[in-house]
């Protein structure tokens, strides 16, 4: 009995290591690992606090400093590094960008609390540019490793734990500041350590074999040259390319040779794309409004702090930072996961739903800025925030219809890019010292403003096209018709005629 118990437990065992071995070799542990370095690099305790951190007596720097000279720097880098780091990541196939993105995210919070200065701020908002672009190896990693089939399903779960990490770091502050928990300085202690369990999370990150450019598996360079051929083949060519990826769970295999592109080859087919994807219109309609409200957008988040300093300049209002960001977030991420049970045409109806709930977004911004009321702003923001991540959202899911991955990522960057182009000219023009270093109240005008330009352009667009809809459909209907239905319709005496 005791022999057979014995060969009972070692079976056992060796069940249970080849299912380790399987989930190891698979697409499960690495997104686990993904997870986790995107749960602890995204809990950020003093985010919220941040604009009192700068003016309180830790720094002792001025709001206009802050304002004018130091979150601009922000700006002018990231779209400085942005398309190298987006080449850099795809070439070196993304897990050094990865590590280097944690790096480079503790050695901006280490400067954060241990340098004085505006100078010393400037340099660490630099840094901070190279962790906003290195983003973009977060989400690529992804497809590297797993399967088409599981991509959607992984996407999820990452940008799930992000959006989490993002609550629960806001959730965290908020509690540490209105209980007097720990100081602005011990707060950014705890961050490192959170930032050294990513860093040490990422280093232990399986290393892909390909990625979306310049290290792509042969079978997917043959599919990318059907899509050159002909766009309207690109469904049948992706469901070969997903029923040739094989039974096994890892997105790679030793029968699915790499085939390595130099620079000049990428770019070219980068172009190539470029210009195939903004020739139909109804993506391009979508692609601006993508970029002109994420311009938008970013000018908001970078300074509402600013505005809730200014609405409410008693030290009280920091108590409450946190716990907006952590429900302006639960509400977004509630939002954007209501849009998926949703039976819209969003191709008939998108474009006045861009308009009405930019015009909505042009009102929270006016009544944020003009209210002396600190809990109407911060609602002002709550609803704001949520109708931007509502109709993101919407365009994401509309763009990517019909688009293959490494398209889509084109799409993505070129987007994000031009938003960054018309924040750095606004920046320049409206919030730099150098510039005409506006108020925080005039900038918020103009912001309120800049989206209800968004919301007339879009309202117009989108009755424009309902119309046009409508009026194709009745053109439709009369022509398909029978001649003897029309007969009948104007002739009432045939139609006695044939009951009697």
Known sequence: ?????????????????????????????????????GFFSTVKPTEPFLIPYL?????????????????????????????PVFLLTDWLRYKPVMVFQCINLFVTTAMLLWLQGVAA????????????????????????????????????????????????????????????LMSYNNILVLTLVLISIALVTSLFLPMPQRSMFFHRSQERHETGNVEEQDAQELPEALGREDMCAGDGEMAESPEEPVRTRS??????????????????????????WWALATCGYNQTVNYVQVLWQHVEPSQNFTVYNGGVEAVSNLFGAA?????????????????????????????????????????????????????????????????????????????????????????TIITSVVVDGRGLGLGIIPQFIIYGSYFSAIAVIFFLRGVYT???????????????????????????????????
């Open 121 to 180: 701020m400037q340099a660490m908002q630099f840094a901070y540019a190279v962790v906003t672009a290195s983003e973009v190896a977060y989400f690529s990693y992804i497809y590297s490793i797993a399967e088409l089939k599981h991509y959607r399903k992984a996407t999820s779960y990452c940008r799930s734990v992000q959006l989490l990490g993002y609550t629960v770091g806001s959730v965290l502050g908020q509690l540490l500041v209105s209980f007097n």
């Open 466 to 500: 309902i119309m046009r809809v409508r009026q194709s459909h009745r053109d439709s209907t009369t022509a398909e018709q029978p001649p003897s239905l029309k007969d009948s319709d104007t002739c009432p005496e045939q139609r006695l005629s044939r009951r009697n």
């Open 263 to 288: 620079c000049s080859q990428v770019l070219i087919q980068l172009w190539r794309d470029f210009l195939q994807c903004y020739s139909t219109r109804e993506l391009l309609y979508w692609s601006v």
């Open 335 to 423: 939002t954007a996961y209501g849009i998926g049970f949703t039976q819209v045409d969003w191709a008939q109806w998108g474009e006045l739903a861009l308009g009405s709930f930019s015009g909505l977004g042009a009102a929270a911004l006016f009544t944020m800025t003009f209210t002396a009321n600190i809990w109407a702003c911060y609602a002002g923001y709550i609803v704001f925030k949520c109708l931007y991540i509502l109709l993101i959202t919407i365009a994401m899911f509309q763009i990517a219809t019909d688009l293959s991955m490494e398209r889509y990522a084109l799409i993505f960057g070129a987007n994000n890019f031009g938003a960054l182009v018309l924040q």
């Open 1 to 37: 009995m005791k022999l057979c118990g014995d060969t009972g437990d070692s079976l056992f065992g060796s069940v249970r290591l080849e299912a380790l071995k399987r989930w190891r070799a698979g697409w499960g542990y690495p997104t686990t690992l993904l997870c986790i370095y």
């Open 55 to 83: 003016t309180g007596p830790d720094k002792n720097l001025t709001v206009e400093e802050v304002t004018n000279e130091i979150f601009p720097v922000w700006t002018y880098s990231y779209l400085a590094v942005l398309v």
